[in-house]
């Protein structure tokens, strides 16, 4: 071969070693997205805890309220999983099943507990939140169609009969 064939060839591939080094220094200093430390959940703004319902092992459920609105945030080993919330209230006796519990709403004003339980079933006895109570699933079968509640005001005072509600989502 000629000696400038040679030496153009040479060039050449030296010239693109230079270039894919330049291209790794570039690329080297380019500063990348290095995740941070994740922010702890916080309730959503004017939220307070009202109530914690402990499901068994490392489960639990946090009912936060606020007027007008509820959030259930659900942990496992005291790690935030989940959360659903809402906001609005109606007047009449509300309950769905939220994550392995039941939530509900009172209307009397002054209801400051509720007694819950399933047909035939056992009652419980639960705080009352703005309105709002939260009871462990294990208060009625996951067939159960409905719950019986009753609102009890100070020391227990029965505030009105024994209501029928309807477990949202279940058919009747």
């Known amino acids: 071969m000629e000696r400038a064939v040679i030496r153009g060839n040479i ?4 010239g693109l070693a230079a270039v894919a080094v330049a291209l790794a220094v570039v ?7 290095i995740p941070g430390p994740i922010d702890p959940w916080r309730p959503p703004a ?3 805890l009202a109530d914690t319902v402990d499901l068994g092992g490392d489960r639990e459920l946090r009912l936060w309220v606020k007027p007008g609105g509820w959030y259930v945030q659900s942990l496992i080993a005291g790690q935030h999983e989940a959360g659903i919330g809402a906001g609005g209230r109606g007047d009449q006796f509300t309950v769905a099943e939220v994550f392995e519990a ?10 400051r507990a509720v007694s819950v339980r399933s047909p035939g079933g056992v009652a419980v006895r639960v705080g ?3 309105g709002v109570f939260i009871v462990a699933g294990a208060v009625a079968a996951s067939d159960e169609r409905r719950l019986l509640v009753t609102p009890l005001g100070p ?3 029965v505030l009105a009969a024994e209501t029928s509600v309807p477990i949202a989502g279940r058919t009747q």
Do not use: N
Not at 27 to 33: A, G, I, K, Q
């Open 155 to 157: 020391a227990d005072v």
């Open 128 to 130: 009352v939140h703005d």
């Open 102 to 111: 039941y939530l509900g709403t009172v209307p009397p004003p002054d209801a």
């Open 11 to 14: 060039r050449s591939v030296g």
């Open 27 to 33: 690329v080297s200093l380019v500063p990348r997205d």
């Open 46 to 48: 004017g939220h307070v």
